[in-house]
């Protein structure tokens, strides 16, 4: 996880939280909590990913981690106000 919402609980909080809201999956760990929030998203979740040398991830936020620059590998953007829609749904399918 690499919401803000790392940084105000701790993992077994944030557990909590999605399972009350219906998620049925885990969180198994957050991404390093230095930084700009925003400016250096996209960073922390690379450095997280090579780190880890994980191969197969998606990337949901609501906030545009793109930069001009570089192209973020699977990264979905959503909306904070709609949640997760059908259409994120369908690009989340094309990734996997």
């Not at 780190?51 to 001009?68: A, P």
């Not at 192209?71 to 749904?89: A, C, M, Q, W």
């Amino acid at each position: 996880l690499s919401s803000y919402w790392r940084t105000r609980y701790s993992l077994k909080e944030l557990n909590n939280i999605f399972k009350k809201n219906g998620f049925v999956g885990k969180i198994s760990d957050i991404t390093n909590k230095q930084g700009e929030e925003h400016k250096d998203r996209w960073k922390q979740i690379k450095q997280y990913i090579d780190s880890k040398n994980i191969k197969k991830y998606i990337i949901l936020d609501d906030e545009d981690i793109t930069r001009k620059e570089e192209k973020i590998p699977n990264f979905v953007r959503t909306d904070s106000y709609e949640g997760l829609t059908e259409k994120h749904l369908k690009d989340i399918r094309k990734i996997w």
